[in-house]
């Protein structure tokens, strides 16, 4: 009897010390801060933007454009979340992927969520595309941005092919089925069909940039003949609201909310220790593909150059 | 000692008859229940500890590697230490000291009051009441594990301290081995940059 007093003695003791640890460790967390139900969510677009699931392992799943949805749609759902910086960092990619990810942006303006750009060193071409779907964009005096416009590479290495002696013959379903293909010159009625596509895609572009940033459409397409700008250059030119970091732009973005005080960040996309210990590494990858490449073009040596691989449609 | 609550008084205040008693009467499920009390009430202290240096994305990590490693480390540990005590000549049993390891870590449970303890003090003495309250706690399990191995085998406190350090040992000379095999076939790789 004596025995079992002093074990639930020692339980109640336990049991006191969790409680106490508990209520110590939620004040802590509340220590200096506004309120746990202000926060500031920022998400990162870092790189080519590219549409799909980008890098994928075992556990993890980092980069193409479905992370970075994946984000917007956490912070959407996270009542705590009063405002989103959307820090971009990117020479811009696919259209369609930029537009993907744009519409989202609109989606979680329109629920009521402020979003607001901190460009880095680049936020052109795509990365601008998604500025524009934004609340107010920040940007360094010498960040490069603006190339607002559509490109659509083509080679042509018949005469390349015909030296080396390859020569591909093709069954197709219809005339433009191999449109752009590298080894024949493109037809004058191809060179119309994707000059149509290219405006069709340069007019949405405009369209979203004039919406944006409350422009006309015809002032949006004398800035937009692809010309990049200086973060100075675009403040003046209307595409870009304010000067400042991404530390401006998180209270700017606090002062739209009505978020009083030193605002709490919360970061999406941050690496977790199973990222780092099972997900995809960058750095191997690239050291991989070094090592490929350099394998490649020692083993074959053909002189064809790797770029006549088909490219995908690229916003510039 | 009849029920849990004697074998816990004993295991802290008279262990060396507890370990005997305990080893003897074979109670897994008691075992059982006491390890995961002992598991489970340090992960409470550690999630809270873990927010408050601000490090909650490492915490299912934590949680998760301490969980796994604990429940390997007491069954692979209670089947190594008996197959090295029998190879040095002992009379328990593998169930025995399963069971005595399992109380044997017990005493981690004061991890709680103790920090409890360190966070009231000033900023300056929580670090070391924190890193003396670990150390003490650590100590008193590994304490209780030699005296379990000890009793359980009938062992000196010195070929029960052989027993304990013997995997260790192996696992440091496999992986001197392994490192200079690796090191030596490391510098007859060609490099690639």
């Known amino acids: ?316 | 000692m009849g029920n849990v609550f004697d074998a816990l008084y004993d295991v802290l205040f008279q262990p060396k008859i507890a370990m005997k008693m305990i080893a003897e009467q074979k109670k897994i499920s008691q075992a059982v229940i006491v390890f995961f009390l002992s598991l489970v009430i340090p992960l409470w202290a550690l999630y809270f500890g873990m927010q408050d240096v601000g490090m909650s994305a490492m915490v299912p990590f934590v949680i998760g590697f301490k969980i796994v490693s604990s429940m390997l480390m007491w069954f692979m540990g209670a089947a190594v230490w008996h197959l090295i005590a029998e190879f040095l000549g002992g009379r328990g049993t593998g169930v025995g000291l399963f069971t005595t390891l399992g109380f044997a870590q017990f005493p981690q449970v004061f991890i709680v009051p103790l920090w409890v303890i360190a966070a009231l003090l000033p900023v300056s003495l929580k670090s070391i009441m924190m890193a003396i309250a670990a150390l003490t706690i650590f100590s008193w399990s590994f304490f209780l594990t030699i005296t379990a191995i000890k009793e359980v085998y009938e062992f000196s406190t010195a070929k029960a301290m052989l027993v304990m350090i013997t995997p260790i040992l192996v696992i440091l000379v496999v992986c001197a081995i392994a490192f200079t095999f690796i090191g030596s076939a490391v510098t007859q790789m060609p490099m690639w940059l």
């Open chain 1, 1 to 316: 009897m004596y025995k079992k007093s002093v074990i639930i003695v020692i339980g109640i003791v336990i049991l006191l010390s969790l409680i106490g640890l508990a209520f110590h460790g939620l004040g802590a967390k509340n220590k200096g801060k506004v309120s746990q139900s202000d926060k500031i969510g920022i998400i990162y677009v870092d790189g080519v933007i590219i549409g799909g699931r980008g890098q994928s392992s075992v556990l993890m799943e980092q980069g193409g454009t479905d992370q970075i949805i994946k984000q917007i749609h956490q912070a959407r759902d996270d009542a705590s979340v009063k405002a989103v910086v959307l820090r971009v960092n990117s020479p811009g990619g696919s259209a369609a992927a930029s537009q993907e990810v744009g519409e989202e942006l609109k989606k979680l303006r329109a629920q009521g969520k402020i979003v607001v750009t901190s460009m880095g060193d680049v936020a052109a071409s795509g990365g601008y595309w998604l500025a524009a779907c934004t609340d107010k964009i920040y940007a360094n005096p010498t960040t490069m941005t603006g190339s607002i416009g559509v490109y659509m590479p083509y080679a042509n290495w018949e005469e390349l092919y015909k030296k080396v002696g390859i020569y591909q013959e093709k069954i197709k379903s219809g005339p433009h089925k191999d449109i752009l293909s590298p080894e024949r010159q493109m037809t004058d009625a191809e060179r119309e069909i994707i000059q149509v596509m290219v405006d069709d895609i340069y007019n949405q572009f405009v369209d979203v940039v004039a919406q944006g940033r409350k422009m006309d459409k015809e002032q949006v397409k004398k800035l937009a003949d692809g010309r990049i700008y200086t973060g100075n250059q675009a403040k003046q030119l209307g595409l870009v609201d304010e000067l400042g970091n991404m530390y401006d732009a998180i209270d700017g973005a606090g002062q739209l909310a009505g978020i009083e005080g030193k605002p709490t960040i919360k970061e999406f996309g941050k690496t977790s220790p199973w990222n780092m210990v099972f997900g995809p590494s960058e750095k191997i990858s690239t050291l991989l593909e070094q090592f490929l490449f350099q394998k490649a073009a020692n083993q074959l040596n053909l002189g064809v150059p790797l770029e006549a691989a088909p490219e995908k449609w690229q916003v510039k």
